[in-house]
């Protein structure tokens, strides 16, 4: 296999969970080849280098293999490799937003809690 369209690889290599969404990927451009939107389309082939943005990571590859059939995890992780400035880079912001949000209480005020909200919010008016 020397080319393979770039949706079915994304979808392929488990970087999406269906072809539909990689292909939205792409066209919301979130996947960039060689610092270049491109098109779903697009033929690939082993070298290229890929940068895609899922959520708030942003991951730079090097395709190795190609495949156009959707195999089993450890299959898959062979078919790319990630270079290092990626890790290196996808970690510190990790940290970063990690280290943002110590402090910060994602539950819901309990009845106590919310009493003592309206009592303050009755003492500003």
């Known amino acids: 296999m020397e080319k393979v369209r770039i949706d079915k690889w994304l979808w392929a290599a488990r970087f999406f969970k269906t072809r539909n969404i ?3 990927a792409i066209e919301g451009g979130k996947v960039h080849a060689g610092g270049q939107r491109i098109k779903a389309s697009k033929e ?7 940068t895609i943005r899922q959520g708030w990571d942003e991951k730079v590859v090097e395709v190795v ?5 959707r195999r089993g995890a450890e299959i898959a992780q062979t078919l790319y490799r990630e270079t290092e400035g ?10 970063e937003r990690k280290a943002s949000n110590v402090g910060i209480s994602r539950e819901k005020p309990n009845k106590k809690q919310r ?8 003492e500003q008016d």
């Open 44 to 50: 690939i082939t082993a070298g290229t280098l890929l």
């Open 22 to 24: 990689a292909k939205q």
């Open 65 to 69: 293999a190609l495949s156009d059939q």
């Open 86 to 95: 990626s890790i290196a880079k996808r970690e510190q912001y990790a940290a």
């Open 115 to 122: 009493r003592q909200i309206h009592r303050f919010l009755r």
